[in-house]
């Protein structure tokens, strides 16, 4: 699995724009092959940082996305912005469940 994360430092008066832009961006994006899930939220810290997190299945689905029109459109809305876009891009190679949390507290969690 492949976890994108985009960060955004929205210039304020701009902050509705930008989010009905991602909004379309990610209505399309989650109908593209390989789009897991996509959120967008905002953080707690700073009201005019938005994070945008996008699983995708594999790293060829990542890349024509990344090729794609839409992702052309995420990279226009710089205009919208105080600075570039952060982007991270990280490979998971294996994930774990609520079956690690029993295992790490053990009988105590059993009885809570």
């Known amino acids: 699995m492949i976890i994108v994360k985009i960060i955004m ?17 990610m209505a399309a994006m989650e109908k593209e092959e390989g789009c897991l899930s996509h959120t967008l939220f905002g953080a707690i810290e700073n009201n005019n940082q938005l994070n945008l997190l996008v699983e995708w299945q594999t790293r060829k689905c990542l890349d024509r996305h990344l090729r794609s029109k839409m ?9 919208l912005l105080n600075e570039p876009h952060a982007i991270r891009i990280y490979t998971v190679l294996r994930s774990e469940g609520m ?14």
Request: no cysteine.
């Open 9 to 25: 430092n929205v210039i304020p008066e701009k902050q509705k724009e930008l989010v009905q832009t991602l909004l379309s961006v």
């Open 71 to 79: 992702f052309g459109v995420l990279l226009g809305t710089r205009s």
């Open 99 to 112: 079956e690690s949390v029993h295992t790490a507290r053990g009988k105590e969690f059993e009885r809570a």
